[in-house]
């Protein structure tokens, strides 16, 4: 068993930077592939980023690219989305997620733990 805890949402104006992070209790964190995705109002949940097991490889949404930068810190048990240029478009409810595989995926249905969520507001 998983648990997530999202922290470092807020609101940012247009062009700006935020840190989201993301607290994992459990073993063998280092083993699982972690994602983040977001959720816009009236929208599905969609894939932004995921990591490997080991933190090398990553992943990323055509949207997000060259602007967010996910990254993992496994002797803390953390992982990182790093957004810079934020647009009134990311504006969203960001979630971390889990998978118990060490190689990522850009597919809700294959993670099995989630965090709560934190708001990112992006204002024009």
């Known amino acids: 068993q998983v648990q997530l805890v999202e922290s470092g949402g807020g609101l940012v104006q247009a062009g700006g930077s935020l840190r989201l992070s993301c607290a994992a209790s459990?073993?063998?964190?280092?083993?699982?592939?972690l994602g983040w995705f977001r959720q816009a109002p009236g929208k599905e949940r969609e894939f932004v980023a995921s990591?490997?097991?080991?933190?090398?490889?990553?992943s990323y949404a055509d949207s997000v690219k060259g602007r967010f930068t996910i990254s993992r810190d496994n002797a803390e048990n953390t992982v990182y989305l790093q957004m810079n240029s934020l647009k009134p478009e990311d504006t969203a409810v960001y979630y971390c997620?889990?998978?118990?595989?060490?190689?990522?995926?850009?597919?809700?249905?294959?993670?099995?733990?989630w965090g709560q969520g934190i708001q990112v507001t992006v204002s024009s």
């Open positions: 997620a889990a998978r118990n595989n060490y190689y990522t995926s850009r597919r809700t249905d294959e993670y099995a733990w």
């Open positions: 459990g073993r063998a964190f280092r083993l699982y592939a």
């Open positions: 990591v490997t097991g080991g933190g090398v490889g990553t």
